[in-house]
């Protein structure tokens, strides 16, 4: 057994780097996971940037994917599970016991944006094992047919875009407009799709994410470079606006837009990371001065072994493939390289694969 293992840590604000930890023990109920693929997630940069404060020592990482290494005594009497198995981890991990799982948030369990236990109140998944608490309720076996870069794409990107579709309250046949189309954005098209939306309205620049948004099922693009989006979107809804917008890039002046873009009794969905400013303010006029029955719902991607089930049953009957949003892919070793390319969205970059084996 491995007692020293490499890990993707955070140093400080703006600093990263590869350190050694021990390799971690599960406590009864928990397990820990053999590294074997992952995604690196704009919120990680978010992180680094000291979006949730300074962090010193801190493994990066929560969309990751492998083998069981170790279970609990508690979580391998369980049965469900067996050393060697592979399985994928959702980014959110709760405990399904406290007052908030009990009450039906679990993605806020123990108090405000507590089910974010990776990268955030413990080492994420950036290294080469990761701890899991909860094992029996967030382990996901993933199916032989799916390969661990399809099933990594459930761990975040798929259950974070879905929910914004989710929550967006889309009619069968009403229209969406999707603000950014980056990862999670052309996963919430995919959900809008999937859901019943009858227009699918992306906002986007870049060509190569516009290119990506029609295949997902964008119906129009809107290149906000080129023309204010709201406008656009009145025309497009003949000065109705859209039944729902999606808020998918965490930017108050697009979450602004979102309320001026949904039309009277719409929903707002954001699923944005809004990682600067102190506020994210709402157009007065636009929200019918507090009274226009618009509804604003916000969401952090739900975890728990149950959802991860049907989103890997989604890729496995080939209602989604993700795999087209992986535009670059490394070694663990090189991942400080592909993390810094994520910064800056590099050559084009999307989605990096990090493989560890």
Same mark, same amino acid.
Request: charged residues 20%.
């Given at each position: 057994?491995?007692?020293?293992?490499?890990?993707?840590?955070?140093?400080? +604000?703006?600093?990263? @780097?590869?350190?050694?930890? *021990?390799? *971690?023990? *599960?406590?009864?109920?928990?397990?820990?996971?053999?590294?074997?693929?992952?995604? +690196?997630?704009?919120?990680?940069?978010?992180?680094?940037?000291g979006a949730i404060g300074d962090r010193h020592g801190l493994?990066? $990482?929560?969309?990751?994917? $492998?083998?069981?290494?170790?279970? $609990?005594?508690?979580?391998?009497?369980?049965?469900?599970?067996?050393?060697?198995?592979?399985?994928?981890?959702?980014?959110?991990?709760? #405990?399904?016991? #406290?007052d908030n799982c009990q009450r039906g948030y679990p993605s806020q369990c123990g108090g405000m944006l507590g089910g974010w236990k990776f990268a955030n109140l413990?080492?994420?998944?950036?290294?080469?094992?990761?701890?899991?608490?909860?094992?029996?309720?967030?382990?996901?076996?993933?199916? !032989?047919?799916?390969? !661990?870069?399809q099933a990594a794409y459930c761990c975040d990107m798929l259950s974070t875009g879905f929910v914004a579709a989710e929550f967006a309250n889309i009619p069968i046949g009403g229209s969406v407009a999707i603000f950014s189309q980056g990862p999670v954005g052309m996963m919430a098209t995919v959900g809008a799709r999937l859901r019943g939306a009858g227009l699918v309205i992306g906002i986007e620049t870049m060509p190569n994410r516009i290119a990506l948004a029609k295949k997902y099922g964008c119906d129009v693009i809107v290149d906000y470079t080129k023309e204010d989006p709201v406008e656009a979107i009145l025309k497009l809804t003949e000065g109705k606006g859209v039944d729902s917008a999606i808020e998918a890039l965490g930017s108050a002046k697009t979450f602004a837009a979102c309320?001026?873009?949904?039309?009277?009794?719409?929903?707002?969905?954001?699923? @944005?990371?809004? @990682?600067?400013?102190?506020?994210? *303010?709402?157009?007065?006029?636009?929200?019918?001065? @507090? =009274?226009? !029955?618009?509804?604003?719902?916000?969401?952090? #991607?739900?975890?728990?072994s149950e959802r991860m089930g049907r989103l890997l049953r989604l890729i496995e009957t080939g209602r989604v493939d993700p795999l087209a949003?992986?535009?670059?892919?490394?070694?663990?070793?090189?991942?400080?390289?592909?993390?810094? =390319? =994520?910064?800056?969205?590099?050559?084009? =970059?999307?989605k990096p694969l990090i493989s560890f084996e």
């Open positions: 057994m491995p007692e020293m293992m490499k890990c993707f840590v955070m140093h400080g +604000i703006g600093k990263v @780097g590869v350190m050694e930890k *021990p390799v *971690p023990r *599960p406590g009864p109920s928990d397990a820990i996971i053999r590294t074997t693929a992952a995604l +690196i997630c704009t919120s990680d940069t978010h992180t680094v940037a493994t990066l $990482g929560h969309e990751a994917v $492998g083998v069981i290494h170790e279970l $609990g005594e508690l979580a391998a009497a369980s049965g469900l599970f067996r050393i060697g198995q592979r399985v994928a981890v959702n980014a959110i991990t709760p #405990c399904y016991a #406290c413990k080492d994420g998944s950036f290294a080469e094992y990761f701890h899991v608490n909860n094992a029996v309720a967030n382990l996901a076996p993933i199916p !032989d047919g799916l390969t !661990d870069e309320v001026s873009a949904t039309r009277p009794g719409g929903t707002i969905s954001n699923i @944005g990371y809004h @990682g600067d400013g102190d506020s994210v *303010p709402i157009p007065r006029e636009a929200w019918g001065v @507090g =009274m226009s !029955d618009k509804t604003i719902r916000t969401a952090l #991607c739900p975890g728990g949003l992986t535009t670059h892919r490394f070694p663990f070793k090189d991942i400080e390289k592909a993390f810094r =390319m =994520m910064q800056t969205k590099e050559d084009g =970059m999307i």
